[in-house]
């Protein structure tokens, strides 16, 4: 699932785009003085053997083939036709055959006059010191460096802030939502304090070995990932003072020119949308600067025959690849599909299009594709533009597909009918194919494998439940009260999940075989790591129904992660939810403070509207 950024939803229509010229230009990539040297050279000594070939050599037939072929590159020749008097022979172009032929003979001599200057240049700089090289290349580095600082400052064109209505909700009359509303707080102070004091500048925290921790998803380099994801949660809770502190780190140390190899899906989620979410919240123009200069990084993934881009990017070198055990070397549904609300965003906040243009290909690519059974399929390759594996899951690998189009719709104010289409008719597929009824009467999603259907549900496919609710309205054939049942219904199965452990936190993925229903089976799916997803559709259930069950799910939810995942360095994982000792895995996640506690802090703020985030959890609902 995605994470949270908090961009204006219902009631903040987007202004039409400026159709103007880009307003930022996409700078090509500068060769270093000495690489110009040596393809100089050897372009030198091809131009040399080629005019060897037609000035020095023999006239004999097999050296004119050569001769003739060349020029066919070089000089524009045509077939002399049927009627003409030797038909194997070539003519120049144009009824003017002398002027032709004085224009052939200067191109010529252009050429030969640019071989002799670049032999000249070559010349000079082989009678240079190594010293006077080593200089010229470090003038042209630091020419290059001035250009790129002058690209990377080009102010922003000035765009209104939508006005975030209820940020600051006032305190709650209720003692016991005040008491609770502030031991959320405290628990995102330890969580945050935990990781400035021993993971500061890391991407994530290891809160039992009190050290920095990197996923793969974000590279090599220390991108302080919890800092930026965690910005909008801060902001809320009113923790300004922590928030400053994340700006500063921003401004003096967040830098995407590295040599790091990134998910393209993850840095969007994460990165540009917790970027935007500060921007929207605070109006402080480093948080839009720095969330366009990532998006520059990550255009070259689209650099594909299909426009699909592709999983991961270099974000210096642009170059682009797909997960090894992804099908057939294919993009994933999820990652592809969630880029859409960042970049409409980037577009309206930089008057630049590219943005747009990119993830409205992608849109139009899937609406002319086959579905088997009205699915969508996890994997697309990008070369071939052809489905992979026949595998569909609202867990995992597609999840956030089928979120992004509910909220493009809600974040045009309700009029990008085409994307409403799309996710109508997805979930159509979805309730058709892939959502039943166990003996015990609990409803769950499975996955569509080749044909069949597996009868397992994921964590991440909790969030379904909040997403059907929040799609209520609007819904086909007055269905409204249908997927709002629906929703609340996946809520109770995805409580139970919870509900049949020792720890009373959910596991990864859990079945429903036989007797055994809402439990794991297999030990590698036994974990919880953190998530946010089933207390977010416990969040979107109570916002519209206000049935005090949900907070009260969300609120026991609270105090197991405080029981059993809470360790001095922070909060931690735990390896098996069946198990009353468990086993911390010392990894705390950034969507824990981004998400997770976002969601906790929320439940517990006074019933008035609020603003969402597009593209992740616990935006807002009606108050």
């Known amino acids: 699932m995605t994470t949270p950024a908090l961009l204006p939803l219902s009631g903040r229509r987007i202004p039409p785009l400026n ?47 050569f001769d003739l072929g060349l020029e066919d590159v070089l000089i524009p020749h045509v077939d002399a036709g049927k009627g003409a008097k030797n038909p194997g022979v070539f003519l120049i172009h144009g009824p003017d055959e002398h002027r032709h032929r004085e224009e052939e003979e200067r191109l010529r001599n252009k050429i030969r006059a640019d071989h002799e200057k670049a032999l000249e240049e070559a010349k000079e700089k082989l009678r240079k010191s190594r010293e006077e090289i080593r200089a010229e ?28 209505v209820g940020i600051s909700g006032g305190d709650p009359e209720d003692n016991d939502i005040r008491e609770k509303r502030e031991k959320i707080k405290e628990m995102m102070k330890h969580a945050w304090d935990n990781y400035r004091t021993y993971g500061w500048g890391h991407n994530e925290l290891r809160p039992i070995a009190r050290k920095g921790h990197s996923p793969n998803i974000f590279g090599s380099s220390q991108m302080g990932a919890t800092i930026v994801d965690a910005l909008d949660t801060l902001y809320i809770m009113g923790l300004h003072a922590e928030f400053l502190d994340g700006q500063r780190w921003i401004e003096d140390n967040l830098d995407f020119s590295v040599n790091s190899e990134v998910s393209v899906f993850e840095v969007n989620i994460r990165f540009i949308g917790g970027l935007l979410a500060a921007y929207y919240l605070s109006g402080e123009e480093i948080f839009k600067i720095k969330a366009v200069q990532l998006a520059e990084k990550l255009l070259p993934a689209f650099n594909t025959p299909t426009g699909i881009p592709w999983a991961m990017v270099n974000l210096k070198s642009g170059v682009g690849r797909n997960w090894g ?25 930089t008057g630049d299009l590219i943005y ?5 290909h992608i849109r139009k690519l899937l609406q002319k594709m086959d ?62 194919h892939l959502i039943k ?17 597996e009868k397992k549900m994921g964590h991440l496919a909790c969030f379904a439940g909040g997403m059907f609710a929040l799609g209520a309205d609007g819904s086909r054939t007055d269905k409204a009260g249908h997927y709002l049942e629906l929703g609340a219904e996946i809520a109770r199965t995805c409580h139970e999940s919870y509900d049949r452990t020792a720890l009373k936190l959910g596991p990864e993925s859990f079945k429903f075989d036989g007797a055994v229903e809402a439990v794991a089976v297999r030990q590698a799916e036994k974990y919880y790591i953190l998530r946010p997803e089933v207390i977010e559709t416990y969040w979107y259930l109570w916002r519209f129904t206000h049935d005090p069950r949900y907070r009260q799910w969300g609120w026991e939810a609270a105090l197991a992660i405080e029981k059993y995942c809470r360790v001095t360095g922070g909060f931690s994982g735990v390896k098996d939810v069946y198990s009353s000792t468990p086993t911390h895995d010392d990894v705390q996640q950034s969507f824990f403070l981004a998400e997770t506690l976002k969601c906790q802090g929320t439940f517990l703020l006074p019933r008035v509207r609020r603003e969402g985030r597009a593209g992740g959890k616990c935006p807002q609902g009606p108050g």
């Open 356 to 360: 747009y243009k990119k993830v409205m």
């Open 137 to 164: 290349i470090q003038t042209e580095k630091n020419k290059v460096v001035q250009e790129m600082k002058i690209k990377e400052n080009k102010p922003l064109p000035p765009v209104p802030i939508p006005n975030l």
């Open 437 to 453: 009824k166990s003996r015990g009467g609990l409803v769950f999603i499975g996955e569509w494998k080749n044909g069949h259907l």
């Open 19 to 65: 159709l103007g010229p880009p307003s930022f230009p996409h700078h090509r990539a500068t060769l270093r003085l000495s690489e110009k040297f040596i393809l100089l050279l050897i372009l030198s000594a091809f131009i040399t053997l080629c005019f060897g070939a037609f000035f020095f050599l023999p006239d004999s037939s097999k050296h004119k083939r």
């Open 325 to 349: 055990w992804a099908s057939a070397g294919s993009s994933i549904l999820a990652e592809f599909g969630t880029l859409h609300m960042e970049f409409i965003h980037l577009s309206y906040l």
């Open 371 to 432: 579905r088997p059974n009205g699915l969508y399929p996890n994997y697309l390759n990008p070369r071939t533009g052809r489905w992979g594996q026949y595998h569909t899951s609202v867990g995992g690998l597609g999840d956030s597909f089928y979120e992004y189009l509910l909220k493009a719709w809600l974040m045009s104010d309700k009029t990008d009918h085409e994307a409403r289409k799309m996710y109508d008719d997805a979930i159509e597929a979805i309730e058709k």
